[in-house]
């Protein structure tokens, strides 16, 4: 097969590590020349994807060509191929080509390591073969692994630790799950997710190498085995100096486990989430968890209830685990730094974060370098504390302040003409997620914390930036002349429990005085069918859908605050616009039910609708000031971040 690049060739060996930088833009170049169309599938299809991957070889293997003006020359099965053919005939490695590949590894079954006892091989061994495919049995212990599992906290934990290290110095590479609005963002190399460049490079790479050897006993991973397998892949190929890797689920039979030779091991606060595949009891769950210790390898953890705390110390005895558990960090030890995560529970992560890194640092023999400046035994290093105040995680606990109402401003002066729309998200879907999420958002309404801003337009006059690099919100209007109206925005999947998340939610933020005025409950958007690329636009049309599900959680949030069952109808579907509250739903705060609405709350047919609603809202009456809690599902928050930024 031939190719033609037209594209100078940087002398000298180019190394993986390497590249999606300047020194390989060829590799940039014959991406976007195979991937410019989804057309001519069939006889080029495997001849291509096979050239695909020998470009990736010769890029492993280094090329030492002063200047390629010329062609690039890659033989395979006689065939010739030129990059005026490519034109002719193009193949969908496209990013969306991509998207297409993942969502057909979706799968429905059973989550753990028996999902079908008829299967010849079981999931982690099924991984373990999937490593050998790719090449990276011998590799992955050069990863130098932190591996953390947990029921709530682990991912802030895994973000926590990744910035700490990287302003160490250190090459970083950090694998969370799931993603919000794009399927890189599970993988960060140096803080920042994966190119699309690169990520096709490694994608189509892993795609190939994998589909080339499936069998019957050996068919392709599913979904989030594939990623898993993918972040190792791209982990190794850009040379990490650690990486930090979050389990899925579990942690005994999940495919992360696969990892063999961590550096540390922790376990975040447990509680019960995912009782269908885990367990009814924290006993149960604690012992899932605790599947990712390794023999003689030191794990960390938090405060836990007795039950959990008892089966994870067995454990790491029968294992000859060194498990310390790890109070939270205190304000004193943070020595006036605040933490870029927001919310009291975030000290514990931190804590567990900064122990994880320690013990790293003094496995890989660099603690006593960088805690030799530091006088007392428990002053955080500067590296430390640089890390703990600018780690980033979308989803939990952020703040955003919709610029939307800003750009639609014809106002020429300060004088305000809307309202103010601010929306609060952090994804939680447990009763004691929902805990930690209640607290920290009646602390920040309240204006009893931190509040780190965000925007999707930049900033503009709307928007003040403070030295700290929180934006504070400036509509030239008295914050005394506004009216507070909070709101929730929420969804949760059918396997959650509402009756006991939205008690808590009301009773929690209530005893705080934080009181919500309203409630919105619409129908999910993403689907757990298909993947898609954070490009790709969310129609305001969406086709009607069955609102049972969310009828049935407004009735129990009306009981929650009113302590009665008003009866909803489950088979009433809500299909017409028309249906959508009247502005005066704002402020009508009387208990009763008019013309057989809820007062206080509502069910919308479409998310777009209700972000639409709230907009409409807050731009008609300048006096609102809208503090919207989106919460429930990290999909349903994913989705609104979407709309936001669209």
């Known amino acids: 097969m031939l190719l033609h690049s037209n594209t100078y060739m940087r002398r000298g060996m180019l190394g993986v590590a390497y590249f999606g930088r300047k020194e390989l833009p060829w590799v940039d170049k014959v991406t976007r020349e195979i991937g410019r169309s989804s057309h001519c599938l069939n006889t080029f299809n495997l001849t291509v994807l096979k050239t695909y991957h020998s470009l990736v070889k010769i890029r492993q293997k280094g090329l030492q060509y002063a200047n390629m003006s010329s062609e690039t020359v890659v033989t395979l099965n006689s065939r010739s191929v030129t990059s005026e053919s490519i034109q002719e005939c193009p193949l969908p490695f496209t990013y969306e080509a991509a998207m297409e590949a993942l969502s057909s590894l979706i799968t429905r079954k059973k989550r753990d390591g028996y999902s079908n006892p008829n299967v010849k091989y079981k999931k982690l061994e099924r991984m373990s073969m999937y490593i050998q495919i790719l090449g990276l049995e011998e590799q992955i212990a050069d990863l130098n692994i932190i591996h953390v599992a947990g029921t709530k906290g682990k991912g802030s934990t895994c973000t926590f630790c990744e910035a700490i290290l990287r302003e160490c110095g250190f090459r970083t590479g950090l694998f969370t799950s799931p993603h919000l609005i794009d399927v890189r963002e599970r993988f960060r190399l140096n803080g920042l997710e994966i190119s699309e460049g690169q990520f096709l490079l490694y994608f189509w790479d892993c795609w ?98 007795p039950e959990a705390m008892d089966v994870l110390k067995q454990r790491a005895h029968e294992l000859e685990v060194p498990l310390q558990v790890i109070a939270p960090l205190t304000y004193q030890r943070l020595n006036g730094v605040k933490l870029s995560l927001s919310g009291d529970h975030q000290l514990v992560n931190a804590g567990l974060a900064v122990s994880l890194c320690k013990s790293w640092l003094n496995t890989k023999g660099n603690w006593e370098k960088l805690s030799q400046n530091d006088s007392a035994d428990d002053t955080l290093p500067k590296a430390f504390l640089r890390g703990l105040s600018t780690a980033h995680l979308s989803g939990r606990a952020q703040i ?184 005066e739903f704002l402020y009508n705060d009387d208990i009763s039910r008019c013309n057989g609405n809820f007062s206080c709350s509502a069910v919308f047919p479409s998310l777009p609708l209700a972000v639409s609603w709230l907009r409409n809202s807050a731009r008609d009456n300048p006096s609102l000031k809208l503090q919207v809690l989106v919460t429930g599902s990290l999909h349903l928050v994913g989705d609104v971040l979407k709309l936001l930024r669209r």
């Not at 989430?273 to 899932?288: F, M, P, V, W």
């Not at 605790?290 to 209830?305: D, E, M, N, Y």
């Not at 601010?422 to 997620?433: C, K, N, Q, V």
């Open 208 to 305: 190939s190498q994998l589909k080339d050897k499936v069998t019957e006993d050996l068919p392709m991973p599913p979904l989030f085995q594939f990623l898993t397998l993918l972040g190792l892949k791209i982990f190794v190929s850009e040379k990490v100096d650690v990486a930090i890797i979050e389990v899925g689920l579990g942690g005994k039979y999940d495919s992360t486990n696969v990892i063999q030779d961590p550096v540390v091991c922790g376990i975040t606060s447990l509680g019960f989430d995912h009782t269908e595949i885990l367990g009814d009891t924290l006993e149960k769950i604690a012992l899932h968890k605790a599947g990712i210790f390794k023999p003689q390898v030191p794990a960390f953890t938090v405060p836990q209830l």
């Open 400 to 583: 955003v302040h919709d610029s939307y109402l800003g750009s639609s401003n014809q106002i020429g002066d300060n004088e305000s003409c809307s309202g103010e729309l601010i929306f609060y998200l952090d994804g939680a879907h447990s009763p004691e997620s929902i805990d930690a999420c209640a607290k920290w958002f009646s602390n920040v309404v309240n204006e009893k914390i931190h509040r780190p801003w965000s925007s999707f337009s930049g900033v503009g006059n709307m928007e003040e930036v403070c030295s700290n690099g929180c934006i504070q919100h400036s509509n030239g209007q008295d914050e005394s002349e506004t009216i507070p109206k909070r709101i929730l925005l929420f969804n949760c999947m059918e396997m959650r429990d509402p009756e006991i998340i939205l008690p808590r939610l009301v009773d929690i933020c209530a005893s705080s005085g934080s009181h919500f005025s309203k409630a919105i409950f619409v129908p999910s958007i993403s689907t757990y069918s298909k993947v898609t690329s954070g490009s790709s636009d969310i129609p305001l049309n969406i086709p009607s859908k069955d609102l049972a599900w969310q009828f049935n959680l407004q009735r129990v949030w009306e009981r929650s605050i009113h302590g009665r069952d008003f009866g909803v109808n489950k088979n009433v579907k809500m299909e017409a616009a028309e249906n959508l509250p009247s502005p």
